[in-house]
Structures are given as C-alpha cells and as structure tokens.
C-alpha cells in the first residue's frame, strides 16, 4: 500500500467522529461560510501534520531499533481502542468567541490548536515514524484530513445521520489494528 493512500484512508476514517469534524460542523454553522471555513481547515492541518510527520520521522531516525519499532506497533494498536472512545466537543475547546475577526482566521487557529495531540495528530507521528517520508505522510494526513472535513462543512450534521459514527470508529479501530499488526508481523518475520 502506497505511502500516501495508507496515510489518507487511516486519517480519513480516525477523523470521522473526531473533535476536529465536530469542530467543522460547529464553524460551519457558526459562520455559515464554506470556503474561508475549508481554507482555514487545510492551512491549520498542513501545517500541523507536516510537522508532525517530520516529529516521527526525526524520531524513528534517532531510534531505529527493534524496541522502537515494537513501540510504534503498540502505538498503533492503543490508536484502535482509542478510536472506540467517542470524541465530545464543547464551545470552550473550539477558541471560537464573539470577537472573531473572520472564518479562516478563527478556523485556523482553532483547528491547529484543537489538533494538538489529537488522535489524528499522533497518527501521523507514528506514520511519520514508519515510513520516514514526511511529504508523503503529510500529504496523505492533510487529504485524508479534507475528505472527512470538507463534506462536514457542506453537510454538517445530516452528514452524521447517513452513517452512524459508531460503524465509523469500529472502521478506523480495525484499520489502525492492521497497521499495528502488520508493524508487529514485519518485527517478528
């Protein structure tokens, strides 16, 4: 499986659910603004993940051993039960207030803020520390990032009653248990 197609689909089903989505669906509503909405998003996660990637694969260069990988393989397996815990959001997580000067900005901040250790975030650490590409990983999170938001902002909460969140989660928990099974496999073969 390619780089980026692994990287896309993982981050496309984590972020289904996420408090990042819920977090789409709150500006879109609150702004009513699509595209300074879709614009703050992406700008907030290239960033983001880009530096995330580049955090995981100057990591796994630092400890390319056998307890590193066996650690990003557990890593990938704690993801797939945390994917299973539902994500809330409230108005105090989002930074969104009143005084907001304009959609993309709000966005943007509150998007790179609330990804900051976010399950999504960390993902793309450890794929940054697998696959020691950060463009191809960052590329990867970032489309995966805007397949799931972008439909949110256009569709907001309609979007949740076509396909329950829960079947969403269960989706993403298989695919990162995969990604840890495969990790472990490839330690053990």
């Given amino acids: 499986m390619s780089i980026v197609l692994a990287s896309t689909l993982l981050v496309t089903f984590a972020e289904i659910g996420d408090k990042t989505m819920l977090l789409a669906i709150l500006l879109a509503v609150r702004f009513r603004q699509p595209m ?5 998003i992406f700008a907030a996660t290239i960033v983001n993940h880009a530096l995330a990637a580049w955090a995981g694969s100057a990591v796994a260069g630092l400890l390319e051993g ?45 998007f790179f803020a609330a990804e900051m250790g976010d399950k999504t975030q960390i993902a793309t650490v450890a794929l940054g520390a697998q696959y020691q590409d950060v463009l191809l990983v960052a590329i990867g999170t970032t ?22 969140l829960h079947w969403m989660r269960t989706a993403t928990a298989v695919l990162f248990a995969l990604l840890g099974g495969w990790a472990l496999w490839d330690l053990i073969g």
């Fill in 36 to 40: 300074p909405i879709i614009a703050g």
């Fill in 66 to 110: 056998w307890w590193f990988r066996f650690a990003v393989a557990i890593g990938f397996l704690a993801m797939a039960a945390w994917t299973l815990i539902p994500d809330k959001i409230d108005e105090a997580d989002t930074g969104v207030n009143g005084t907001a000067r304009g959609a993309f900005l709000t966005t943007t901040i509150a």
């Fill in 143 to 164: 489309l995966g990032m805007m397949l799931a938001n972008v439909p949110a902002v256009f569709l907001g909460e309609r979007m949740t009653r076509l396909v329950p």
